[in-house]
């Protein structure tokens, strides 16, 4: 799935599961054999606990009153889907287990397994560091952003790729922005039949979005001084003739 451009300067593990946690809407919940799916109930802790609104005859609220100490195993599944359609558009799946504990109207997810996967391939997170981690400052704004820069800046993207590798872009049918954090933007090329990602490293952070205004800049200035043609296209040239 990956192409042969450098991953650098990319989020940590924990950085990541707190960005897909921040940024989900939704979540399926299983617990002492109760599946549920929920949208829009639940909200996070700065610790990284998840609270979890449920109605008064959910399943999953009887297992907690009803198991040993009220403390019932459960698993929370939240998937990360890029805010542009691209094909195999999940980015990132996340698995929180632990265990439940009603809290002021609510549950509580005391998490003592994170597991996060990613198109590398899954990852298990330590509890201490996703404590202590906190989301992507641009987590909230990416959505915004990235279907921006796709629907009104598609000249802009195909720029980008004078900063692609040639072999990257091979038989490349089309190429869409398909995340972007405080550490860089990742580009999907896709081709008729398979697809891979691409990051271009930020020069350095941007922890908001006039810093990263400031960086998209400098990798589009870049991209303008590189010498070599676009790649995709020459290709789009050669099927037009």
Known sequence: MGDTQDWTAAPGAAERARSVLAAAWSCAVTADGVREEYAGAHTVTE??????????DSGLLAAVLCAPRQEPSALLEFADAAPVPVRGRIRARLWLSGWFAP???ALVLHPTRIVLRQSSGPVVVDPEEFTAARPDPLTEAEPRL???LADAHPDAVERLTR???????HAATRV????VDRHGLTLRIERARAHGDVRLPFHAPA???ARLTER????LAQAAAAGCPRALQRQRADGDG
Do not use: F, I, W
Not at 47 to 56: E, I, K, Q
Not at 216 to 219: I, K, N
């Open 47 to 56: 610790d990284g606990r998840v609270r979890l609104t449920v109605p008064d």
């Open 103 to 105: 809290s002021g109207g």
């Open 146 to 148: 990235l279907t921006h």
């Open 163 to 169: 900063l692609v590798r040639p072999e990257s872009l």
């Open 176 to 179: 869409v922005p398909l995340a």
């Open 207 to 209: 922890d908001d979005v």
């Open 216 to 219: 998209m800049h400098a990798l």
